[in-house]
């Protein structure tokens, strides 16, 4: 089993960057690929960005693309998502999961943290 914690969250001018990180429990972090999905008010989550267990290849939505930037650091078990040119409809609870593969923690998700809010100001 693995607990994931979110962090980095928070308040963020329209432009502005911000990164989050997931730290992972255990010592089978590198067995997973890892994800970010967000949840804005009133809508379905949606995924944002995953990458694969080896960290050689990431998906983005097409939403993400040019902007965010998912990677993995396996020492620290640790996951993040870089973002950058932060548009007022990023604002959302963004959480990240695990799974065994990068195509089902894309679709599924076995593992998920509490969320971390991020809010961009227009």
């Known amino acids: 089993q693995v607990q994931l914690v979110e962090s980095g969250g928070g308040l963020v001018q329209a432009g502005g960057s911000l990164t989050l990180s997931c730290a992972a429990s255990?010592?089978?972090?590198?067995?997973?690929?890892m994800g970010w999905f967000r949840q804005a008010p009133g809508k379905e989550r949606e995924f944002v960005a995953a990458?694969?267990?080896?960290?050689?290849?990431?998906y983005y939505a097409d939403s993400a693309k040019g902007r965010f930037t998912i990677s993995r650091d396996i020492g620290k078990n640790t996951v993040y998502l870089q973002m950058k040119s932060l548009k007022p409809e990023d604002t959302a609870v963004y959480y990240c999961?695990?799974?065994?593969?990068?195509?089902?923690?894309?679709?599924?998700?076995?593992?998920w943290g509490q969320g971390t809010q991020v809010t961009v100001s227009s």
């Open positions: 999961a695990a799974d065994l593969s990068i195509e089902t923690v894309r679709s599924r998700g076995l593992y």
């Open positions: 255990g010592r089978t972090f590198s067995s997973y690929a």
């Open positions: 990458i694969r267990r080896s960290g050689s290849v990431t």
